[in-house]
């Protein structure tokens, strides 16, 4: 089992950029596909963006395309979160997501019933 731990939230004012970090723990992480996902207060959980274990395959979530990016170092089992031209709509508790793949698919997952590890959380809010 692997334990994640987000790290990088805060608020920032809109325009301002953000760079979330996901640090993994436990069992092996370079085999792990990433994804990160929000829920706004009232709202639903979102997809945001999800890397293949490799790195070579990404996916975004509409409401971020352009404007997040994600990225991992798998010697540093971390997976990353850039977030520039943050829009007071960004504001979220905002998780990590892993599912161990065993090197088996290249996918980037985007649906969050197919990550079975999450971490707690890191709170982003920004202001207008």
């Known amino acids: 089992q692997v334990q994640l731990v987000e790290s990088g939230g805060g608020l920032v004012q809109a325009g301002g950029s953000l760079r979330l970090s996901c640090t993994a723990s436990?069992?092996?992480?370079?085999?792990?596909?990433m994804g990160w996902f929000r829920r706004a207060p009232g709202k639903e959980r979102e997809f945001v963006a999800a890397?293949?274990?490799?790195?070579?395959?990404?996916g975004y979530g509409d409401s971020v395309k352009g404007r997040f990016t994600i990225s991992r170092d798998n010697a540093k089992r971390t997976v990353y979160l850039q977030m520039n031209s943050l829009k007071p709509e960004d504001t979220a508790v905002y998780h990590c997501?892993?599912?161990?793949?065993?090197?088996?698919?290249?996918?980037?997952?985007?649906?969050?019933?197919?990550?079975?590890?999450w971490g707690q959380g890191t709170q982003v809010t920004v202001s207008s």
């Open positions: 997501a892993g599912r161990d793949t065993t090197f088996r698919t290249t996918r980037a997952y985007t649906e969050d019933r197919e990550y079975p590890y």
């Open positions: 890397i293949s274990w490799s790195g070579g395959s990404t």
């Open positions: 436990g069992r092996t992480f370079s085999s792990y596909a």
